[in-house]
């Protein structure tokens, strides 16, 4: 009851696209959903997150939809760049305490 | 200021040794978490500190892993007896509210 499963796994989008990674969770306590980037050798950095009370939060290129009734979110990142290439991990926790993290998704955004 | 800092960057170590892996958090942050990140793999939780609570050991995969905070500061997260299976990279998080700031990680490989 405490996963998150992300998909897909990997994701090439073209520079200028719209990249789209999504989550679903079981544990309806989840209460706080981040998504953290991570590029290689570096440790995750906090991109953006959400709590379940809002069903969108956008920031900059950068936006999570949140679907409270059938538990899923997902990460929109529009007009992907180059340097948007990393990989991507969606996570929820329960009082924004210990994160369970997805298994990550690796992003290439073509030029 | 100054970020999460972990040492060594990396370490190289015989099956059946014991390894300490620090983590200095950001001065004033009261939370500081150990993840475990496997190659292709989400990071996983380990352990959680806050403040002078008794810490979330919940996540530790056995007994041999144990880790300590001192001072409410710096922390160290050993490893006994190691096994090829703790090859992984530990990567240490602090925070003071929701976001957890992460440190680069420690790189260990167990020969």
């Known amino acids: 009851q405490q996963q998150v499963k992300q998909s897909p796994q990997s994701l090439i989008v073209q520079k200028g696209g719209i990249s789209i990674i999504n989550c679903a969770y079981e544990?309806?306590?989840?209460?706080?959903f981040p998504w953290y980037q991570q590029f290689p050798g570096k440790g995750p950095a906090l991109l953006i997150a959400?709590?379940?009370?809002?069903s969108e939060k956008k920031e900059g290129r950068f936006t999570i939809s949140f679907n409270k009734s059938a538990k899923q979110f997902s990460l929109h990142i529009m007009d992907s760049q180059p340097g948007d290439s990393a990989t991507y991990f969606c996570?929820?926790?329960?009082?924004?305490?210990?994160?369970?993290f997805g298994q990550g998704t690796r992003l290439t955004i073509n030029p | 200021g100054a970020g999460v800092s972990q040492s060594p960057s990396n370490k190289v170590t015989e099956k059946g040794k014991d390894v300490e892996l620090r983590c200095d958090p950001i001065s004033g942050h009261t939370a500081l978490y150990w993840y475990r990140q496997s190659l292709g793999q989400g990071l996983e939780f380990l352990i959680y500190f806050q403040g002078n609570s008794a810490p979330d050991k919940s996540g530790l995969p056995s007994d041999r892993f144990s880790a300590e905070r001192t001072g409410g500061s710096v922390s160290t997260l050993t490893i006994q007896r190691t096994q090829q299976e703790d090859s992984a990279v530990y990567l240490c998080?602090?925070?003071?509210?929701?976001?957890?700031?992460f440190g680069p990680g420690t790189r260990l490989l167990v020969l």
């Open positions: 998080a602090s925070s003071e509210a929701e976001t957890q700031y």
């Open positions: 544990n309806t306590a989840f209460d706080y």
């Open positions: 959400i709590r379940p009370d809002v």
């Open positions: 996570a929820a926790s329960l009082g924004a305490q210990k994160l369970v």
